[in-house]
């Protein structure tokens, strides 16, 4: 019987396309974590009770790296459960597949085709090639900068005294600078990064490590040989950079322009804080950057009004580069989007970027997740809205949160009901995996392209 059960798992997992397998996994991992998180000696003596479905949504929420919670994080689990939090960061940052890889090389174990296309999938790349290098590389930097910082924070708030032992200050150190770089955004606190609200230097420090997390494992590997390439020739060879590199780096960079000048505009309060414009440009500027995955913040959320609240939900919606910790539709697809029209606008047939033309392919991809992902969105407010006590503002807020893998609220996560917190944790897990690959789930086979065309006939449009 044993035998026969376990052959036919082989054979399914045979049949199985890479990205079905991938979502199989981050599926598994979620189900591990919720069963980690409902262990009693990671919670306080006196923590509130929290339901099946609330472990669950912590648990997804864990997992996508998102940073939504229906409970108070710091009235439920100790330090040994914050401790568990930061190594399922690293889960969900990280990926199911860069782990398992990381693990089989420290090992010695021979990674084979199948594994290699799978951390292709999970990593989005378009090459099969140097795949276990780019993951030990990007492994291994992430975690040199999560130590660095993690050490550097507690030295800090060691000698500006902000907690009573050094124990205190490295243990929250270390948890601010895992929380930067893999974007969770969990407030373990109850004030978040509140009380830095005018450190500027800490809060660039922060940015920093935000955008290290969210620009892109590729970026990140570009940029390391691009330094090591600039000590090896000094400078008498030139180095290219990839187009993504290139696309990922420059919307980026847009989008955190933009953002934070539509977030100055339109708050002229100070954010909550005082009416100073240095003060005003360093808020808009955090909220730029944190908005578009990281979900840290310095203040409520309802402290800003309807405009700046739409405007941060356009940048969830956007969320972070491919192949980084974050989520959503991403900047790159936005960015082809972006070109294609000012192209079409201009009578272009290609869309030509940074001396290169960028493939109708991956014209068609970027405007199908768009696409899909504002439905996605539009069905789910609708859904909320006729489920949930809240108004439309704080449902889209919350749902643009979700699928961002962002972390924001306007304070109605924890009274969301059954259908509501269902809702949020598909689009958080959606948000996490990508659309495109969402989609590619339900495909098995591949449908082949017809060997004749069918006479073409022209449509009405606009």
């Not at 591990?32 to 409902?38: D, N, P």
Request: glycine letters at 8%; proline letters at 2%.
């Amino acid at each position: 019987m044993f035998y026969k059960l376990k052959k036919k798992m082989r054979a399914k997992y045979r049949e199985a396309t890479p990205i079905q397998l991938l979502v199989a996994y981050y599926a598994i991992a979620t189900v591990i974590t919720f069963f980690l998180l409902c262990l009693p000696w990671i919670r306080l003596p006196d923590a509130p009770h929290t339901t099946f479905l609330d472990n669950l949504f912590m648990a997804v929420s864990t997992i996508s790296v998102t940073g939504l919670s229906t409970f108070p994080i710091d009235q439920v689990y100790n330090q040994y459960g914050v401790i568990l939090l930061e190594f399922l960061f690293q889960v969900g940052g990280f990926g199911v597949t860069m782990l398992a890889t990381v693990a089989m090389v420290l090992t010695g174990r021979r990674i084979g085709l199948h594994q290699r296309q799978l951390i292709q999938f999970d990593m989005n790349q378009p090459r099969l090639s140097g795949m276990v290098k780019l993951v030990t590389s990007v492994f291994g930097l992430m975690i040199m900068v999560q130590v660095v910082f993690g050490i550097l924070f507690s030295l800090y708030f060691s000698f500006k005294h902000i907690y009573h032992s050094f124990a205190d200050a490295l243990f929250h150190g270390m948890y601010i600078s895992i929380s930067a770089v893999t974007n969770a955004g969990f407030d373990v606190t109850g004030d978040s990064i509140a009380p830095f609200r005018h450190d500027y230097i800490f809060l660039l420090i922060i940015m920093v490590l935000v955008i290290i997390g969210s620009i892109g494992y590729p970026v990140l590997t570009e940029i390391e040989a691009w330094i090591i390439y600039k000590v090896r020739y000094r400078g008498l060879r030139k180095f290219r950079f990839s187009l993504f590199c290139k696309l990922a780096v420059f919307f980026a960079a847009i989008f955190t322009v933009i953002g934070t000048v539509l977030l100055f505009l339109s708050e002229n309060e100070g954010f909550g804080l005082r009416a100073d414009s240095f003060n005003n440009f360093m808020s808009a500027m955090f909220y730029s950057v944190s908005a578009r995955n990281a979900g840290l913040q310095i203040n409520s959320m309802n402290d800003f009004n309807p405009t700046t609240l739409l405007l941060i939900a356009i940048l969830m919606f956007i969320g972070a580069s491919p192949s980084s910790v974050g989520g959503g539709v991403r900047t790159t697809t936005i960015g082809i989007l972006i070109l294609y029209l000012y192209s079409f606008i201009r009578g272009r047939n290609n869309v030509n970027v940074f001396n290169r033309r960028i493939s109708q392919k991956d014209i068609q991809k970027a405007i199908v997740v768009v696409s899909l992902s504002t439905l996605l969105c539009i069905s789910a407010v609708l859904i909320l809205t006729a489920t949930e006590d809240a108004s439309l503002l704080a449902l889209i807020f919350e749902v643009t949160s979700a699928f961002g893998t962002t972390g924001f609220s306007l304070g109605i996560t924890s009274d969301l009901s059954t259908v509501g917190k269902i809702v949020i944790m598909i689009l958080m897990f959606v948000g996490r995996i990508g659309m495109l690959y969402t989609l590619m789930f339900f495909i098995r086979k591949r449908d082949r392209d017809l060997s004749y065309k069918l006479p073409t006939e022209k449509i009405i449009i606009g």
